[in-house]
């Protein structure tokens, strides 16, 4: 097509040429990110709304390119899952997160994130329970964040692993919530301990009264089925307020802190008065 091609036809396939450029530049970069270290966890405050306690910390990757700077793990994911990098990517993330979790004080929690393509190979609990023996990070402190996208994997595997998961004590959050297409009783049948409203509720929460009927809907389905119910996306003292009055247990957002390292993690810990 190459002699064809003039004017803007030109210019848009040189165009999706520079994308796929791009895309097979950004991947070599992230493999070779993945082999040097360059890859850090962050760790986010979970908090409870109705005492400002800090309960927990979200483990949120990062990804500091040496030229482009921070790339978002919206994009760098994605990325890793169609490389078939994400099994190590994942257990990378455990092993980092257990580790730094074994630092905090027992009743602080920690949530990893994990992607539906683990769940594929069988290796899931083994890579878990590894992280948690090399760590000696007690189950009771681990809580796996999924997506709805766990459940739409073929075959009974994926709610036996998560039955596993649930039998040595680990907690599973599920993520994003509001924002999928499974039924209610389809993922119901799973043995959840946690819903995660999705950031884009709280987010657009004032003067939306759709995201107030969705907000207070879900926080009585996790009083009936005792499930503590997390929102995230709280950057505002009033929207903070509005869904402690609303009954939701937990919050997550830049009200109470950004995804930090660490060490920083440890130190808001000590100013929070957890010792
Ligand atoms: P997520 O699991 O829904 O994580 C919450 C996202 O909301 C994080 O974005 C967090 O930084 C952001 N956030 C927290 N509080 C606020 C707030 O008050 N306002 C706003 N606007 N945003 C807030 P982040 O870190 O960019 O991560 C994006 C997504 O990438 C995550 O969404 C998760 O799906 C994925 N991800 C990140 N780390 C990992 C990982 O280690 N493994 C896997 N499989 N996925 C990861
Ligand atoms: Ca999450
Ligand atoms: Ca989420
Ligand atoms: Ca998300």
Known sequence: AKGESRGTCRCFESDLDAAAQEKTRLEIDFREALRKNQLE?????????????????EALLRWRHP?????????????????????????????????????????????????????????????????????????????????????????????????????????????????????????????FTKIKLDKSFILNLEGETN?????????????SLGLTVTAEGIERETVRDYLRDEGCMQGQGYLFGRPQPGPEALRYLKDMGHS
Request: with cysteine; hydrophobic share 45%; proline share 6%.
């Open 41 to 57: 966890v962050h760790y986010q405050p979970l908090v409870a709304l109705a005492t400002g306690e800090v309960q927990g910390f």
């Open 211 to 223: 995201s107030r009927a969705v907000i207070r809907a879900v926080i009585g389905l996790g009083k």
């Open 67 to 191: 030229v482009r700077g921070p790339v978002s793990p919206d994009v760098f994911i994605p990325l890793a899952e169609e490389m078939g990098l994400i099994d190590t990517v994942g257990r990378f993330v455990l092993n980092a997160a257990c580790a730094e979790a074994r630092k905090w004080p027992d009743h602080i929690q920690l949530s990893v994130n994990v992607s539906p393509l683990q769940f594929r190979n069988g290796n899931l609990t083994s890579t878990v329970i590894a992280a948690l023996t090399a760590s000696s990070l007690a189950p009771g402190r681990l809580e796996l964040e999924i997506t709805e996208a766990v459940l739409m994997e073929k075959g009974p595997r994926p709610s036996a692993i998560i039955r596993n998961l649930r039998a040595f004590g680990i907690g599973i959050s599920l993520d994003d919530f509001g924002t999928g297409y499974s039924s209610l009783g389809y993922w119901l049948n799973f043995p």
